[in-house]
Nanobody, 121 residues
């Protein structure tokens, strides 16, 4: 019913920048909270940043001041601008959206397929 497609991952040197994007499509009445999470092999998925449909943001302490989350509601897209990247930021990054489904008006959570971010030292 709803698809989230991520783009923008890749390999970057420490201190560099990357911008991730996640576009939502499908039977969407409203995109509520959208966010980015990351996961390393063998570890739990952890929150990076979230943004409400009203624009309220929340960040993990480890990325505050370096990462910025934003969204374009008209394009149904959420972005993650990552600056001053560190090797510890190397992970698979996943987009998440809490979606109110068109016609049914129920909400559920969806995940993207993940995009690899690798930061070399």
């Amino acid at each position: 019913q709803v698809q989230l497609v991520e783009s923008g991952g890749g390999l970057v040197q420490a201190g560099g920048s990357l911008r991730l994007a996640c576009a939502a499509s499908g039977s969407i009445f409203n995109l509520n909270v959208m966010g980015w999470y990351r996961q390393a092999p063998g570890k739990q998925r952890e929150l990076v940043a979230t943004i409400t449909d009203g624009g309220t943001t929340n960040y993990a302490d480890s990325v505050k001041g370096r990462f910025t989350i934003s969204r374009d509601n008209a394009k149904k897209t959420v972005y993650l601008q990552m600056n001053s990247l560190k090797p510890d930021d190397t992970d698979v990054y996943y987009c998440n959206a809490d979606v109110t489904i068109k016609y049914f008006y129920t909400s559920r959570s969806y995940w993207g397929q993940g995009t690899q971010v690798t930061v070399s030292s």
